[in-house]
């Protein structure tokens, strides 16, 4: 039993790990949040009081960092400005958020020797052709495309760098797309439930025949306890669940399941710089540490996932409004 600091745990994922925790295990959770635009505090509703905290603050701020680092067993670190979109137009908060913020936390858990877990994105690879027969492995030299991926690819390197010169006892991992519950209506899958409970058209970008490698939160929580309680420390591990699906696909899936013509979407202006493909090889995570995702039907994860959202309209309606004008202002 131990304390554990959530980084960004209002987020998505990181909200999703928060559950996971204290449904699974005896730990106790603190979360520490800036409260972004990104986060939700109904995603945190209803968790025990004895064993869970929210602090608003920033992960950046030394003062608010240290003395929570100090008090904590290890340190799970989700915080991040995460969305591609929004890191084309200001990359100035990818910067203070996931570099700037993560170098405070190693320092501090540097100072107070913490167990540290960094989480990251198999975007920091860079992208794949289609017809690739390689995934992303643990070697696979980083590429990275975008401002998010770039910095998130920074801040991989800042943990790798503090392990060598400083011992910190630290694991990383870098994980595909996540789908599910709790996810910031400006991503791909849930903007597109949303727009359909909303009676707006769906919208591709260009003909939509990028790849993703999706896996649901739920699987990527249980991956990271299982590197949190037996990774090796120093080391890297890929998490994926062999999810590789077009975007075309994928919507015409939420369509069907949601009742509507498979055609019934528009398509949009292209994201500049899009990357292609990403596919993740997670052999070492399943063979190592003996790992295994859950949801392994996607089909049956989506329907869970458009049931959410028919479910939760008041988490996400009074965000759609403003998520939709600013995606109109790009053509998107
Ligand atoms: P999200 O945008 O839904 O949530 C990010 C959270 O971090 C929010 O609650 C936000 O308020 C908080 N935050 C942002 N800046 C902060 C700061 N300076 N101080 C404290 N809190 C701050 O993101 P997500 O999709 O849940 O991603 C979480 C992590 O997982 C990120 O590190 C991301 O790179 C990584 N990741 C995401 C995916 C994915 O598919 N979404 C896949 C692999 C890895
Ligand atoms: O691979 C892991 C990454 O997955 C994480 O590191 C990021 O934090 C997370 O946001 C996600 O990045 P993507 O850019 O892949 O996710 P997004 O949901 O923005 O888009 C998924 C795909 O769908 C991408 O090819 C762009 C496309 N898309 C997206 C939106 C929002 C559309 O076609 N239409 C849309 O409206």
Same mark, same amino acid.
């Given at each position: 039993?131990?304390?554990?600091?959530?980084?960004?745990?209002?987020?998505?994922?990181?909200?999703?790990?928060?559950?996971?925790?204290?449904?699974?295990?005896?730990?106790?959770?603190?979360?520490?949040?800036?409260?972004?635009?990104?986060?939700?505090?109904?995603?945190?509703?209803?968790?025990?009081?004895?064993?869970?905290?929210?602090?608003?603050?920033?992960?950046?701020?030394?003062?608010?960092?240290?003395?929570?680092?100090?008090?904590?067993?290890?340190?799970?670190?989700?915080?991040? %400005?995460?969305?591609? #979109?929004?890191? @084309?137009? =200001? /990359?100035?908060? !990818?910067?203070? &958020?996931?570099?700037?913020?993560?170098?405070?936390?190693?320092?501090?858990?540097?100072?107070?020797?913490?167990?540290?877990?960094?989480?990251?994105?198999? %975007?920091?690879?860079? #992208?794949?052709? @289609?017809? =690739? /027969?390689?995934? !992303?492995?643990? &070697?696979?030299?980083?590429?990275?495309?975008?401002?998010?991926?770039?910095?998130?690819?920074?801040?991989?390197?800042?943990?790798?760098?503090?392990?060598?010169?400083?011992?910190?006892?630290?694991?990383?991992?870098?994980?595909?797309?996540?789908?599910?519950?709790?996810?910031?209506?400006?991503?791909?899958?849930?903007?597109?439930?949303?727009?359909?409970?909303?009676?707006?058209?769906?919208?591709?970008?260009?003909?939509?025949?990028?790849?993703?490698?999706?896996?649901?939160?739920?699987?990527?929580?249980?991956?990271?306890?299982?590197?949190?309680?037996?990774?090796?420390?120093?080391?890297?591990?890929?998490?994926?669940?062999?999810?590789?699906?077009?975007?075309?696909?994928?919507?015409?899936?939420?369509?069907?399941?949601?009742?509507?013509?498979?055609?019934?979407?528009?398509?949009?202006?292209?994201?500049?710089?899009?990357?292609?493909?990403?596919?993740?090889?997670?052999?070492?995570?399943?063979?190592?540490?003996?790992?295994?995702?859950?949801?392994?039907?996607?089909?049956?994860?989506?329907?869970?996932?458009?049931?959410?959202?028919?479910?939760?309209?008041?988490?996400?309606?009074?965000?759609?409004?403003?998520?939709?004008?600013?995606?109109?202002?790009?053509?998107?």
């Amino acid at each position: 039993m131990g304390k554990i600091l959530v980084t960004g745990g209002a987020g998505f994922i990181g909200s999703n790990f928060v559950h996971y925790l204290l449904e699974n295990t005896d730990h106790s959770v603190v979360v520490l949040d800036k409260m972004t635009y990104a986060a939700n505090e109904m995603s945190l509703a209803g968790l025990p009081a004895d064993r869970f905290e929210l602090v608003k603050g920033d992960i950046a701020d030394t003062d608010i960092v240290d003395p929570l680092v100090k008090a904590a067993d290890a340190v799970v670190h989700y915080a991040a %400005e995460s969305h591609n #979109d929004n890191s @084309l137009n =200001d /990359p100035t908060p !990818f910067i203070h &958020t996931n570099l700037i913020g993560t170098f405070t936390l190693l320092e501090a858990v540097r100072r107070h020797k913490t167990r540290y877990h960094h989480i990251s994105t198999d %975007e920091v690879f860079g #992208d794949l052709e @289609l017809d =690739d /027969p390689a995934k !992303f492995t643990e &070697t696979t030299p980083y590429n990275p495309s975008s401002p998010y991926s770039s910095t998130k690819a920074g801040s991989d390197l800042l943990v790798r760098a503090w392990v060598r010169s400083f011992g910190i006892e630290a694991t990383i991992s870098n994980c595909s797309n996540n789908y599910g519950p709790y996810q910031h209506i400006e991503k791909f899958i849930p903007r597109q439930i949303t727009n359909i409970l909303a009676g707006i058209q769906p919208k591709l970008y260009g003909e939509g025949l990028n790849v993703r490698d999706w896996i649901h939160a739920s699987d990527h929580s249980s991956a990271v306890h299982t590197i949190l309680e037996k990774g090796k420390i120093g080391e890297t591990y890929l998490i994926g669940a062999d999810g590789e699906v077009n975007n075309i696909t994928v919507l015409r899936s939420i369509l069907r399941l949601m009742g509507q013509s498979e055609d019934a979407f528009e398509h949009v202006v292209d994201r500049p710089g899009h990357d292609l493909r990403y596919a993740i090889d997670g052999s070492r995570l399943r063979a190592e540490l003996g790992w295994e995702p859950q949801f392994t039907n996607f089909e049956a994860g989506l329907k869970d996932t458009i049931a959410w959202y028919t479910d939760n309209r008041a988490w996400w309606e009074p965000l759609k409004a403003e998520v939709e004008a600013k995606y109109a202002k790009a053509g998107q």
